[in-house]
């Protein structure tokens, strides 16, 4: 269906894609993986108009082609559902779902038609939200089914996925994968980019595997590879961090209660969060971080998120680029700003070489690819979650956050992360861990609480935690 052949792409003197052939089949999922950094986001970019290669050729439907733009290729049968998500806030789920092509009656948009056509699309994803909903107002996970929807309501020839189920809970990724089958079924070819080598090697029938711009395996077939192979083949000689949990005394009090919602957590424990969408367990995060009213420790909790970064808090969000980061300065200012501008350390005026200094260290410390005056916008998403977490270590927290810390990541920048946030705790700060990853909840967590309707329906020890028994937890006894 499309064909890529020697595509090659430069920024200035780096190459980010170098000679990579590529074929996307009628009738068949070919997924592509490689750490951040690796030129995944570079080829999805060329394959969807977004970008033009320096070298190499396309063709769809074995004829040339040169996509102009995103546009072109849309018109042409090619569509993209991005890792970054690009619904528009203010205006309604329809009008997200219909941006350019909205049905009409005479020259007047058609709600009943528009809607007619979109009930059937978010029917079969489970997204289950009113059409004149705001955009803005759905949860990260709706939002990227919504971004889904979209893409399909264009009966897409070839359909590009990139990172799809980054954001979605594992009852959502099962519909996706329903979904997925349908339209192989229909002879559709898809692209799936994706972090999580379990899920590529259940869904597709090939696999490419980038390691710096390059293919280190090709098409191969996905019954010929496993997981240690992939893993291998993305990380070349460099291997997995590794890092030690220490166990943590049962009988230390507690240094965080919220008592609304009867949950506490003892200095150097890491407590896991999980719940389906809406069950409650977010609203543990909320309140600690200013974001929500409630009782913490006795008291009310912090009045606002300020109020709470000062009483020591760190809270890292599962949205980094609307409310982790500003995209538009350099890594250095980032790093800084809850050091310097909210809890005013290093005094009122802007030492820029400072700043730049602390900045290069997190930057060797968490193997951040770029250098402090690079703009955050020109990361990696691996590496610009990492930047998210570099302010905080700065800060040094007394309590750390942390919603979905890994999403949008690569197996090497994740087992980097999972060693920070066990360090942490290690010097005995409280962790709050809620992830939409049921595997990263057994890694992490000394202990995890499953919520249902704003409740703990469920308290799960080290030793008792596996993917099946949260799975268990989370959907026992629950009706919609």
Partial sequence: MLRATGLTRRYGGVTALSEVDIVLAPGEVHAVVGENGAGKSTLVKILSGVLRPDAGALSLNGAPVTFSSAGDAVGRGVSLVAQELAVFPDLTVVENLFPLDAPRRGPLLSFRRMAARAAPVLAELGLDVPLDARAGSLSLADQQLLEIGRALLRDPAVLILDEPTSALPSEAVDRLMVVLRKLVSRGVAVLYVSHFIEEVLRIAGRVTVLRDGRAVLAGVDTASVDLDGVVTAMLGDRKLTSYER???????????????????????????????????????????????????????????????????????????????????????????????????????????????????????????????????????????????????????????????????????????????????????????????????????????????????????????????ALSVAMNAGFTA
């Fill in 246 to 468: 220490r166990p943590v005394d049962p009988d230390r009090p507690p240094a965080v209660v919220v008592d609304d919602l009867a949950v506490a957590v003892a200095p150097g424990e890491i407590v896991g969060l999980a719940g389906l969408q809406g069950a409650g367990h977010l609203t543990v995060l909320a309140m600690l971080s200013g974001r929500a009213r409630g009782r913490v420790n006795g008291a009310a909790a912090p009045r606002s998120p300020r109020a709470a970064v000062r009483a020591g808090t760190a809270f890292v969000p599962s949205d980094r680029k609307r409310y982790g980061l500003m995209l538009d300065k350099p890594v250095w200012q980032n790093t800084s700003v809850v050091a310097w501008l909210a809890l005013g350390r290093g005094g009122r005026w802007l030492r820029r070489r400072a700043h730049v200094s602390a900045a290069r260290s997190l930057v060797t410390r968490l193997r951040i690819s770029g250098t402090p005056d690079d703009l955050v916008s020109s990361l990696s998403g691996g590496n610009q979650q990492k930047v998210v977490v570099a302010k905080w270590l700065l800060s040094d927290p007394a309590l750390l956050l942390l919603d979905d810390p890994t999403r949008g990541v690569d197996v090497g920048v994740r087992a980097e992360m999972h060693g920070v946030i066990a360090a942490m705790a290690a010097e005995g700060k409280p962790v709050l861990l809620a992830s939409t990853d049921l595997a990263e909840l057994c890694e992490l967590c000394d202990r995890v609480l499953v919520f249902q309707r704003g409740r703990v329906v469920a308290r799960l020890t080290r030793a008792e935690l596996s993917e099946r």
